[in-house]
């Protein structure tokens, strides 16, 4: 999966084509000055998938619970600061209309499941929870929830949903000290192979033109014939009108 992503990313550029960023180095003053040193590039805006079946997961827990409930899910990092949920899981948790809360222990206790299970515990860094039927905007709770996480994570990525169908989806890069808010988060799917993608600009330049714009000529005048009526002569244009 994340060959094939990093060829289809390759693939949208020709191959005589490259991505430069020139970074300025400060040091050739000859006068006394302070300047910040250049730091590196940009990280590119976050994206996060999900696996169809966790989307669906998801999906039936938000519209199934009347009262908030709260999962973990094990993440993916792919090329390009791009990452995939591709496993649930809900802790034992005590809930409210407005709040759901997962101490500790029961968090401990679902590290230990995930390790039984086989996978990886590092990997167990996002958290998602429901707002019922209210905006999905945080709430203190949620502020301090986040909080706690990136203590030991240095990645993290809070999903919040709600019944109407809103979410809001925030990417947490302790080290890069950023904060993505309301990032793009869908399904994810197959990315086209390298050689469709080629193919396809073939059949682009081949297929697809742009339309031509045509000016039309000035029409010229004929020259106006006469007609004479009662002694007066009378001029007729081209398309013989008075």
Not at 72 to 98: C, F, H, R, W
Not at 148 to 174: L, S
Not at 200 to 211: G, W
Request: hydrophobic letters at 35%; charged letters at 25%.
């Amino acid at each position: 999966m994340h060959q094939d992503l990093y060829d289809y990313q390759s693939s949208l550029f020709d191959e005589n084509e490259t991505i430069e960023e020139e970074i300025g180095f400060p040091s050739s003053s000859m006068t006394p000055v302070t300047n910040w040193l250049p730091r590196e590039a940009e990280l590119p805006t976050p994206k996060v998938f999900y696996t169809a079946e966790v989307h669906d997961e998801i999906e039936f827990l938000v519209n199934y619970c009347k009262k908030e409930v709260s999962w973990m899910g094990l993440v993916k990092s792919l090329d390009n600061n791009q990452y995939l949920i591709y496993k649930l899981y809900i802790p034992v948790q005590e809930v409210s209309a407005t709040e759901s809360d997962v101490s500790p222990d029961n968090l401990l206790q679902l590290a230990a499941e995930v390790m039984n299970d086989g996978y990886d515990v590092s990997e167990l860094i996002y958290h998602g929870h429901s707002h019922v039927n209210m905006a999905v905007n945080p709430s203190a709770q949620d502020q301090e929830t986040i909080k706690t996480f990136i203590q030991t994570a240095p990645i993290f990525i809070r999903g919040i949903y709600n019944k109407q169908g809103d979410a809001k989806v925030d990417v947490f890069n302790v080290e890069a000290e950023r904060c993505w808010q309301c990032v793009t988060n869908k399904v994810y799917t197959d990315p086209l192979s390298a050689k469709r993608v080629k193919d396809l600009k073939k059949i682009i330049k081949e297929n697809v033109s742009e339309q031509s714009i045509m000016c039309l000529p000035n029409r010229k005048k004929r020259k106006k014939d006469t007609v004479t009526y009662n002694g007066e002569n009378y001029w007729l244009n081209h398309y013989g009108d008075l």
